[in-house]
């Protein structure tokens, strides 16, 4: 992977770049940021650069024999580490056992987040590991003579699976071989060991910024500015998030959500269960966008009542009149603690129809009777 095909992120690239052209390659370094930005991407970017035969001032050349290598994940010089799952009981998983589904599932998005990993190898309900087993087998791959390149680099995502396991590899990271680098491409420090934290030098990723992520969802997937500027603003400069959207069978969600606070006001019951028999039905994707949704309509509305901005349709400023004197800043916070929640257990197989009814049923409350909402907040 090139620089040129990551969407945004140019001081970091630049910053990336100046390291390596000014000698200065840190041998652990974390790249750090929030889900979607590209920091998978940025890592596969950054190893290519390195160790590219004929680099330019601004990125890898992508034809020496190096890059082609690379970019194809067939580089014996580059190894790659991720949570994995046993195949069998008794198993004691390393990367290497999933490494041609690793190399399908970054080729086809390099963008992609832990869930859809597990997806992609079907862990169901297991949860994913990096383990003492897959810690001994990099150290093992470290300490090999390299074969083609200047650089061993390891890149390893999501240490925050390391767990203890990670004290396995303290030595190597403090004290490595000579020409070896570590990439960890992590979300969450606080579930990583701080021994291995204060080995390794921070990269902060930011998310995407909203022009830029436009501009990608015009250029690459042909969306109109109107809707690409909807999913930049939804998503929050989420790239992976953005592309859900794009996939999922509509990306209108005002539709459903009109229809939704209509039958709420209304104190129609089997039109309400009608509705989440419905919500049931269109997939559990499609049910997290339309929470996503909410949520993004629910901050948008209220930044509009505290500041005047207005970014929302004029579809959605209907909605917004009809519950606009039922809505306090407190009820949006509920909600949206709420609709976290929600999407939250969605994600972990939860049963969308039993979550979405008891939330029509609690949130319809609070809209229809504010002294309700008073007594609950009171008892709180």
């Not at 890898?60 to 069998?88: E, F, Q």
Request: aromatic content about 8%; charged content about 25%; overall charge neutral.
């Amino acid at each position: 992977m090139q620089f040129k095909q990551i969407i945004g992120q140019t001081a970091i690239k630049t910053k990336l770049i100046q390291t390596v052209r000014q000698n200065r390659v840190s041998h652990a370094q974390l790249l750090l940021g929030p889900p979607g930005s590209g920091k998978l991407a940025l890592a596969f970017a950054y190893a290519q650069y390195i160790n590219c035969e004929q680099k330019g001032d601004d990125d890898s050349c992508g034809r020496c024999p190096s890059c082609l290598k690379i970019g194809k994940m067939i580089h014996p010089d580059v190894h790659y580490s991720y949570p994995v799952i046993p195949r069998k009981s008794g198993d004691k998983p390393k990367s290497t056992d999933y490494l041609n589904e690793w190399r399908e599932a970054c080729g086809q998005n390099p963008y992609l987040n832990l869930n859809q990993w597990l997806a992609h190898i079907q862990a169901e309900n297991k949860q994913g590991n990096i383990s003492v087993a897959e810690c001994h087998d990099i150290i093992r791959k470290l300490n090999l003579r390299t074969f083609e390149a200047r650089y061993k680099i390891l890149i390893l995502w999501h240490p925050e699976y390391l767990k203890e396991a990670g004290n396995v590899l303290l030595k190597i990271i403090e004290e490595p071989p000579e020409n070896t680098l570590f990439l960890l491409v992590a979300e969450q420090p606080e579930l990583i060991l701080n021994t291995i934290l204060s080995r390794t030098q921070l990269m902060r990723i930011n998310r995407i910024a909203p022009m830029d992520l436009q501009t990608a969802l015009q250029e690459r997937h042909g969306q109109s500015p109107e809707t690409a500027g909807q999913l930049a603003s939804l998503t929050e400069g989420n790239y992976n998030e953005a592309l859900s959207l794009l996939e999922s069978e509509t990306n209108d969600q005002t539709p459903m959500f009109r229809e939704w606070i209509g039958l709420l006001l209304s104190k129609q019951g089997p039109d309400q269960v009608a509705w989440v028999d419905r919500f049931g039905k269109i997939g559990r994707e499609n049910q997290k966008h339309f929470l996503r949704y909410v949520l993004h309509f629910m901050r948008e509305a209220m930044l509009s009542t505290i500041n005047g901005s207005n970014r929302i349709t004029a579809e959605e400023n209907e909605i917004a009149a009809r519950i606009s004197d039922r809505l306090d800043y407190s009820t949006v916070e509920w909600l949206v603690g709420e609709l976290e929640k929600a999407h939250y257990h969605i994600e972990r197989n939860a049963n969308p129809r039993i979550l979405m009814l008891d939330l029509s049923i609690r949130f319809g409350r609070k809209l229809l009777d504010k002294s309700v909402f008073l007594t609950e907040q009171k008892a709180q």
